[in-house]
């Protein structure tokens, strides 16, 4: 009787055996992988793609959320979302991007802005004073930039303090949004960028490093994974379910 199972026995072993390797190795870059190893120090992770984005119905978007349109492999994370933002990064990111759309996404143009000057002159009862100065230093008013400027100096707000600081006297609910309250007053232009763009460090503009503006590699997978499973309730999150991800 045994004898008969052997034969059965062997295939089941070999098929089991090919399944269980194909599912841990590696996957060759398809247009649309299966699965994806991620090896990290926190234990290895295979991510099922076709599961997440077939079975649960996820938009590429979702989580690809740079990919320039007609593009089939959007990049990687880490391209965007480095370990740290030092001078090997800058040194080489510029080569990792197959679109210049892509260099928008940090380095961008942020010339445009949603304020209605005329709509104000409403709210504020026609009081110039509410934003400009009085004609001690401002002989007519005129525009913030004629006297702010990008750079700080003495004494001189920069063009971006200087207006901030008008705008918060009604707005401050906007900037305590940080971030996600910018686009709010102003407009992103997606425009190709030139050079001149490119030579503005972050640091003109922001406060904060570029570390607290975008996510290091950890925190971009975790926010993206953990934080889609926690807003929907569905999925591993929470500090006890590390190794539903983690291999051990
Ligand atoms: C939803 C899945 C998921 C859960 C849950 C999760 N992780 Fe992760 N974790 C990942 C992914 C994905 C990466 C990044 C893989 C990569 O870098 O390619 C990662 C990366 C890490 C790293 C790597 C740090 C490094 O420098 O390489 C550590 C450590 C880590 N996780 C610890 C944890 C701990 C501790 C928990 C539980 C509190 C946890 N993770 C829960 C998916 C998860
Ligand atoms: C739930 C999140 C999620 C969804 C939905 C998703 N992806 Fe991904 N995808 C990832 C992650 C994470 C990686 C790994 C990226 C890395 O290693 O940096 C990846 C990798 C890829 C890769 C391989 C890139 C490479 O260089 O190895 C391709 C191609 C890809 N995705 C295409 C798509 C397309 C097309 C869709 C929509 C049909 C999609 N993905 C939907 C999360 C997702
Ligand atoms: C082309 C560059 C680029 C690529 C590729 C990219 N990101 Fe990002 N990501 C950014 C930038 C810039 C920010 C900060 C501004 C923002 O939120 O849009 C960001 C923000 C994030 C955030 C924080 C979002 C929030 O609302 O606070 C997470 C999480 C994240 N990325 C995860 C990922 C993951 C995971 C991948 C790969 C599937 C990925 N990113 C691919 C550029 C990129
Ligand atoms: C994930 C964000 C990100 C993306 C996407 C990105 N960059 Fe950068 N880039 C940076 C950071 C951060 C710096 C350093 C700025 C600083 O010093 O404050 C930088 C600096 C530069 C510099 C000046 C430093 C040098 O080496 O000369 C150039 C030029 C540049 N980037 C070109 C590009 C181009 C071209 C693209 C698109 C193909 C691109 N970048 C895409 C983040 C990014
Ligand atoms: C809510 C704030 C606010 C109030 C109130 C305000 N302004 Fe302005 N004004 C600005 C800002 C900010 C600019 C810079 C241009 C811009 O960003 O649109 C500006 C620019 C101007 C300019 C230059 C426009 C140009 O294109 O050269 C004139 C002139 C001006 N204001 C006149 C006035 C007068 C007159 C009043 C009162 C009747 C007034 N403003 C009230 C905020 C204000
Ligand atoms: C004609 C030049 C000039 C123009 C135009 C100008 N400023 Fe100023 N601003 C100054 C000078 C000079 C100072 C520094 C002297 C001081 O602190 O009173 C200053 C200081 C400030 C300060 C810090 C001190 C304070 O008053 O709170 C703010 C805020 C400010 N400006 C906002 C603005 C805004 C907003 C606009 C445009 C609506 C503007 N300025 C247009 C010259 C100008
Ligand atoms: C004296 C109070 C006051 C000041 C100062 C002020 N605002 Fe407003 N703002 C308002 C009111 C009132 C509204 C209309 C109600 C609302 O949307 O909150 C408004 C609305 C807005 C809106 C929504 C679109 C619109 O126009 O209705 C934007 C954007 C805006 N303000 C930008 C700014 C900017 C930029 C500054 C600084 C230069 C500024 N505001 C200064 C009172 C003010
Ligand atoms: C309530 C509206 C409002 C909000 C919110 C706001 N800004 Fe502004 N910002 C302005 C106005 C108005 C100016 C002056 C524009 C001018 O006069 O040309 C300005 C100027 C700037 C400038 C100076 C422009 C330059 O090229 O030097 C920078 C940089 C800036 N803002 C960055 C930011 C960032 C980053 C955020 C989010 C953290 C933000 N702003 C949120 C209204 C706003
Ligand atoms: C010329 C001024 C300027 C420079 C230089 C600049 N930024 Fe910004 N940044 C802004 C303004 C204005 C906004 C708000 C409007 C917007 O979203 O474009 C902003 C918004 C952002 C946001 C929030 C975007 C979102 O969608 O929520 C991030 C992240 C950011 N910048 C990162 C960077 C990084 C990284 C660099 C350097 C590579 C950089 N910025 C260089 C002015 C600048
Ligand atoms: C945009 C939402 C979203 C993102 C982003 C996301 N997931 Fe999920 N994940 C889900 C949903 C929905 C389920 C299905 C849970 C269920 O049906 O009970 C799931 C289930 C899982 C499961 C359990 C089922 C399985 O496939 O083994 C794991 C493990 C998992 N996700 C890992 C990850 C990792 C690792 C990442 C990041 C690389 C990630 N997820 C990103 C939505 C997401």
Redesign the pocket.
Known sequence: MRKRFLPITIITTILAVTAVAGYLLPQPTHALPPRLLLVNKGGNVIFTHQQHSKDFQLKCGQCHHYTASAETAPPKCESCHPTIFDKQYVDMHKEQFSNEAYCNACHHN?EA?N?DHDAHLEYTDKDCQACHHDADIEAKPS???DCHE?KSEADMPT??DA??KR?KDC?ED??EE??K??S???VRDRKPLSPPEFEKPCSD??EHPVNDLIPNTTNAFHGQCRGCHRTTGKGPYGDDFCYHCHIK
């Open positions: 942020s802005s304020f525009n913030c930039a990008h063009l971006r207006a901030h705008c707005h906007i900037f940080g971030l309250g910018c709010q007053c102003h503009c922001h």
